[in-house]
């Protein structure tokens, strides 16, 4: 596969990587992702022995880059990792991780991007990965916090050498640059998918601050996998994306994009994916690791312009 450096950190990785972190869709909001630690502890039974033949299957397939968060499924899913990790060849590939929302004592979510948190939760999530460092270290939501001191709490954690280099989830550019002037970063992630183009300001910032961009999310949550038969509904949720008639619009498209791909011989999971990765500026898409198998020939698809015009055409009839 081929590789693209992160920003200037001397880094490398895979344009495809593997990703544990879920997105918080409205399927998925952000205050539930903590919330989904397996019911029992048997990995044939909690989907942990399903979720380690995905991971393996992609780097197989010549992924070297997980992407991992502290509070997805409450850590568990870098305790699956950190299985996987005992029988790889570790120096091989690229480890990221998150920090930043935490749970307070009642349980509820509170994004906390203070030094001393990101300080214990990287700590924490080297415990879960048994690592001895990430590559990768990324604060995962913008919150109040002065950025000097997210800034600080991100040089420490470099210097300290629990990771080799930095990068921000779901800023803006303004705010980005900001603490980059402090801490420089070598990425920036934001979700990046056909119904949910990201802001080009952001994108092109990166690329004047040779700042590696992530596009996370590929898949709009399942939707663009098929995951959605598109007459659900979603209690909690204020994401018009996720409520009638948006949905069943973005449902009927990810069919479409279904049927067009396999007119083509390809699969809609790497069609969307190879879409994140045309776009200028784009140097990694993040693809969960359920659907890496039908994504992981993203990197090499070839279509032409007229068939990349007609996807947008429908993508746009679609967005909400």
Do not use: Y
């Amino acid at each position: 596969m081929r590789k693209v450096p992160l920003g200037s950190s001397g880094l490398q990785a895979g344009v495809l990587a593997v990703s544990l972190s879920a997105p918080p869709t409205a399927a998925l909001p952000l205050h539930r992702l903590a919330l989904l630690a397996p019911d029992s502890e048997d990995p044939a039974l909690n989907g942990d022995d399903e979720t380690l033949v995905a991971v393996r299957g992609a780097l197989a397939a010549g992924a070297d880059f997980i992407d991992t968060d502290w509070i997805t499924a409450n850590g568990h899913a870098q305790e699956v990792v950190g299985r996987l990790l005992q029988g790889v060849d570790r120096p091989r590939l690229c480890i990221g991780s998150k920090g930043g929302p935490r749970l307070d004592f009642r349980g509820a979510l509170k994004l906390d991007n203070s030094r001393g948190n990101l300080i214990n939760q990287l700590q924490d999530s080297l415990f879960r990965l048994k690592t001895g460092h990430v590559e990768l270290f990324q604060v995962h939501w913008p919150d109040a916090t002065d950025p000097a001191q997210t800034a600080r709490g991100l040089a420490d954690l470099r210097h300290m050498g629990l990771c080799r280099a930095l990068g921000l989830c779901n800023h803006d550019a303004a705010r980005a640059a900001a603490i980059h002037a402090l801490a420089p970063l070598a990425t920036v992630s934001a979700p990046l998918n056909l119904l949910r183009p990201v802001p080009q300001d952001l994108i092109d910032w990166c690329a004047g601050a040779n700042i590696t961009f992530l596009a996370a999310d590929p898949l709009c949550g399942g939707i663009l996998g098929g995951r959605f038969a598109g007459d659900e509904s979603f209690a909690e949720t204020d994401d018009p994306l996720f409520n009638q008639p948006a949905f069943g619009r973005a449902c009927a498209f990810a069919r479409e994009l279904r049927d067009f791909a396999a007119a083509r011989g390809l699969a809609a999971q790497a069609v969307a994916g190879a879409w994140c990765l045309q776009r200028a500026g784009v140097g990694v898409v993040l693809c969960d690791a359920r659907e890496f198998g039908a994504a992981q020939s993203a990197p090499e698809v070839s279509l032409p312009d007229a068939d990349w015009r007609a996807i947008e055409a429908m993508a746009k009839s679609a967005r909400a």
